[in-house]
Nanobody
Framework: VQLVESGGGLVQAGGSLELSCTTL????????QAWYRQAPGKQREMVAQ???????DYLDSVKGRFTISRDYDKKTVYLQLKSLKPEDTAVYYC??????????????WGQGTQVTVSS
């Protein structure tokens, strides 16, 4: 199982970006997909999560600005980032938890994609 991220880049404050993350490889099911971020000198934090049932959860500081969505058939999760602020600057990582074909639990991380917001 491998995660491939795309999106990210440099944007001015107030701008928008969209990140995507596709799960490659054969799996049995996905239980949850999430986006984390890590800024220099800070701990990695969860930004948003969507479960297999469709429930979503967001970091307080991004509520109303970021939206997580998924295409279950494509095994892809998206993160739409709007009204970006300089403090959103970080490396964003995709995280997927699920069951593989052997019905064993797996958890995978994407390679990370840089989001830089200029003031």
């Amino acid at each position: 199982v491998q995660l491939v991220e795309s999106g990210g880049g440099l944007v001015q404050a107030g701008g928008s970006l969209e990140l995507s993350c596709t799960t490659l490889g054969s799996i049995f099911s996905i239980n949850a997909q999430a986006w984390y971020r890590q800024a220099p000198g800070k701990q990695r934090e969860m930004v948003a999560q969507v479960t297999s049932g469709g429930s979503t959860d967001y970091l307080d500081s991004v509520k109303g600005r970021f939206t997580i969505s998924r295409d279950y058939d494509k095994k892809t999760v998206y993160l739409q980032l709007k009204s970006l602020k300089p403090e959103d600057t970080a490396v964003y990582y995709c995280n997927v938890k699920g069951y593989n074909l052997n019905r064993a639990v797996f958890e995978e991380w994407g390679q990370g994609t840089q989001v830089t917001v200029s003031s």
